[in-house]
């Protein structure tokens, strides 16, 4: 059973920058496309960020040239370095795991002066 679990989030002023971390259980981890995707309100949930096992990428339009997504297979964990933060950033960002159709508990990312 994989589980994800998400940490990072936060309020962060317009231009700044967050971290954001997903550590998944299980042996299967490292050998799936793993994903981030956000949701802010009112709106429907977007893809941010995808990264295969080969670690090619793919981003959103919206988030290009500021997010990065990496993953570090010895620890499991795949991240989302977001910079030059803007208050359109600003939702719920989740972890998600296509090959299982699992998502994280989500963490809140704040934009705001």
């Known amino acids: 059973q994989v589980q994800l679990v998400e940490s990072g989030g936060g309020l962060v002023q317009p231009g700044g920058s967050l971290r954001l971390s997903c550590t998944g259980s299980?042996?299967?981890?490292?050998?799936?496309?793993m994903a981030w995707y956000r949701q802010a309100p009112g709106k429907q949930r977007e893809l941010v960020a995808q990264i295969t096992s080969r670690f090619s990428t793919n981003y959103g339009d919206s988030v290009k040239g500021r997010f990065t997504i990496s993953r570090d297979s010895a620890k499991n964990t795949v991240s989302l370095q977001m910079n030059s933060l803007k208050p359109e950033d600003t939702a719920v960002y989740y972890c998600y795991f296509p090959m299982y159709n699992m998502w994280g508990q989500g963490t809140q990312v704040t934009v705001s002066s």
């Open positions: 299980g042996s299967t981890f490292n050998m799936y496309t």
